[in-house]
C-alpha cells in the first residue's frame, strides 16, 4: 500500500471510529461538540462550526446555545461565520442541499459579490448539509490562506460524516421528542385545547401558561400586541378552555363597525331606536349569552358605547339602545388592542375607570420577531391551509424558502407570513411546481437581509434599542454586566437583546 493510500485507510478509519463513539452520546452539547472536532481533526480545517436544527424546521436566529458549536474561531470571526448561515454560504448548501466546496469564496463567481465573503476575506470552504428533505443541521470549515485549498479527498470524507451523521442526529431528536425536551408547549398542548395556535417556541410556552392561568376564571382579560401577531386565536384559546366552552364565541372588531351604530351592534335597539331599528335588534353581548365576548380593537370604542361597557362590566346589565328596561348578561368580556391603551386615557380618548375593569389580567401576544423558531411550523401550516381553502395539489416548502422567511421582519407579524405563504402556494400551484420556492413569495429586494431600513415604528424602536445597547456596551468596555446593571436590566436580557438585533456576542 502506497503512503497516499495508507493516508486515506487512516483517516477513514479514525472518522468511522468517531462516528461510533458519536452513537452513544445521549445529551445535545457533548454530541455537537464531539461531531465538529471529529470532522474538523479528520479534514483538518482551521476553523468549523456546526449547528442543528429540530427535524423538519430550516434555519432561525435560535436561542438555545446548544444547537451549535464553532472551533477554533474567534467572537469576531464567530459572527461572521453565523453570518454567513443566514444569507451566505452556510445558506446556499441548504438551499443546494448538497456539498459545497470552493478554493476562494473571494474569487468563486457564486459567493464574491456577498459582503458577508467579502468583509470576512474568505477563501478555502467545505460546506455540507447533514440530511436531506429538509436538512437535520450543517456543517461549516474554513482554511485560511489562498493556497491551502480543500481537496477531493477531503470532500469525500466530509460526504462519508454527513451520510452517517445524519441518522444519528435524527435519532438524538427522536429521543428528545419521545421526552418532550424540544417541545416547551407540549406539556400544554397536552392538557388545553390549543389548536388555533401553531408553534413550539418557548415564548409561546409562556403564552400558554397565562392562558391556562385565565381561562377557568369569570374575568376580564385585556390581550395586547402588535397588528397581526393572532390575538383572536388567543381569545379563541382561552374560551376553548373556560367553563363557557360550550357556549357561544362572538368576535366583534370595533374598528369595523361605523360610529352611528356601534351601540346598537354591542347591546342592541328597540324598535324605532333609530332610522334602520323597524323592529328589535338583538346585539352582540346578547348573542353571547353564557359564553364569550371577544372585543378586539377596543382602543376604537366610541365614548358613549364606553359607557354602556363600563356598566355592563359593574353591573352585569346593559340597556339596548332606545329600551327602558335593562338585560341581563352573564357573558364573559374579553378585549385587546394594538395600541397604548394608558396614553390613550390621558388624551382622554379612553375611559380611566373602564381601563382598569378591563386590566384586570393583561397578556402580552408576543411579535413573531420573539419567536422566530415558529415560522417553519407556522409557514407549513398556512401552505396546508392555502391548499384546502383552494383546492391545490398538495405542495411543501423548499428548505431555501423556509431559510428566507426565517431571516425576514414580519412587520405585519402572524398575519403577514399567512398572507404570503398564501400567495407563494397559489403562484407555486399556477405553475405545476411540487413546493413553494423563494421567487413564489415575491418579497421585496433585501426584505430577507434587513428590515432595519423601513420607517415603521417597530424599525425605529429596534434602531433606538441597538443604538442604545451598542452606546453603552461601548461605555462600559463591552462589560455585559455592568452595562445590563447602567440600562437595569438583566445579564440574559442583554444576550437575548443581542441576539434580536443582530449583535455579536461579547
Known amino acids: 500500500m502506497d503512503e497516499a493510500a495508507a493516508r486515506r485507510t487512516a483517516r477513514e478509519r479514525d472518522l468511522y471510529r468517531g462516528l461510533l463513539n458519536l452513537n452513544a452520546r445521549t445529551e445535545l452539547e457533548p454530541f455537537l461538540s464531539d461531531a465538529l472536532k471529529l470532522v474538523v481533526d479528520v479534514v483538518q480545517a482551521e476553523q468549523g462550526y456546526l449547528e442543528l436544527f429540530p427535524t423538519g424546521e430550516a434555519w432561525t436566529e435560535k436561542t438555545e446555545k446548544t444547537l451549535w458549536t464553532a472551533a477554533g474561531c474567534s467572537d469576531e470571526e464567530l459572527g461572521e461565520i453565523r453570518t454567513l448561515v443566514s444569507r451566505g454560504i452556510i445558506a446556499e448548501t441548504l438551499g443546494a442541499g448538497e456539498v459545497i466546496i470552493t478554493p476562494s469564496a473571494m474569487l468563486d463567481p457564486r459567493f464574491r459579490d456577498r459582503s458577508s465573503v467579502r468583509s470576512a476575506n474568505i477563501h478555502a470552504v467545505l460546506s455540507a448539509p447533514i440530511g436531506r428533505n429538509p436538512p437535520l443541521g450543517v456543517f461549516y470549515l474554513q482554511r485560511r490562506e489562498l493556497r491551502d485549498m480543500f481537496t477531493a479527498e477531503d470532500r469525500a470524507c466530509a460526504e462519508i460524516f454527513v451520510e ?107 324598535p324605532g331606536a333609530h332610522s334602520t331599528a323597524t323592529r328589535r335588534i338583538e346585539g352582540k353581548i346578547a348573542a353571547a349569552r353564557g359564553g364569550t365576548v371577544f372585543l378586539d380593537e377596543i382602543g376604537e370604542l366610541t365614548l358613549a358605547a364606553q359607557a354602556k361597557l363600563l356598566q355592563l362590566l359593574q353591573t352585569k346589565e346593559y340597556y339596548p339602545l332606545g329600551a327602558s328596561q335593562p338585560v341581563q348578561s352573564d357573558a364573559r368580556l374579553i378585549a385587546a388592542t394594538n395600541v397604548d391603551l394608558k396614553k390613550a386615557v390621558a388624551d382622554r ?23 422566530r423558531e415558529d415560522i417553519p411550523h407556522l409557514a407549513r401550516h398556512f401552505a396546508k391551509t392555502a391548499q384546502e381553502r383552494h383546492r391545490l395539489a398538495e405542495i411543501g416548502l423548499s428548505p431555501g424558502t423556509l431559510n428566507v422567511l426565517a431571516t425576514v421582519h414580519w412587520s405585519g407579524n402572524v398575519r403577514e407570513l399567512s398572507h404570503r405563504v398564501e400567495a407563494g402556494a397559489i403562484r407555486a400551484a399556477g405553475e405545476n411546481a411540487p413546493q413553494i420556492e423563494v421567487s413564489h413569495l415575491a418579497l421585496d429586494p433585501g426584505s430577507a437581509a434587513s428590515s432595519e431600513e423601513d420607517g415603521t415604528f417597530h424599525a425605529a424602536t429596534r434602531r433606538f434599542q ?35 438585533l443582530g449583535m455579536e456576542k461579547r
Request: net charge positive.
Open 164 to 270: 452517517h451523521l445524519a441518522p444519528l442526529v435524527q435519532s438524538l431528536f427522536e429521543r428528545q421528542r419521545h421526552s418532550g425536551g424540544d417541545d416547551p408547549t407540549r406539556p400544554f398542548r397536552r392538557r388545553l385545547k390549543l389548536d388555533a395556535v401553531v408553534g413550539v417556541s418557548k415564548a409561546l410556552a409562556a403564552l400558554f401558561r397565562e392562558v391556562e392561568l385565565v381561562a377557568p376564571l369569570d374575568v376580564c382579560v385585556l390581550l395586547s400586541g402588535e397588528t397581526g401577531v393572532g390575538k383572536s386565536q388567543v381569545a379563541r384559546s382561552i374560551h376553548d378552555n373556560s367553563p363557557a366552552r360550550s357556549q357561544p364565541f362572538v368576535e366583534i372588531n370595533c374598528a369595523a363597525l361605523p360610529e352611528a351604530l356601534i351601540e346598537s351592534e354591542l347591546f342592541g335597539a328597540a
Open 466 to 500: 441597538r443604538q442604545l445597547l451598542e452606546s453603552t456596551l461601548q461605555a462600559t468596555g463591552g462589560n455585559v454586566s455592568e452595562a445590563a446593571r447602567r440600562l437595569d436590566l438583566t445579564r440574559g436580557h442583554i444576550y437575548t437583546l443581542m441576539k434580536a
Open 349 to 371: 380618548r379612553f375611559r380611566e375607570d373602564l381601563y382598569y375593569r378591563l386590566n384586570v389580567l393583561p397578556i402580552r401576544v408576543p411579535a413573531l420577531a420573539e419567536r
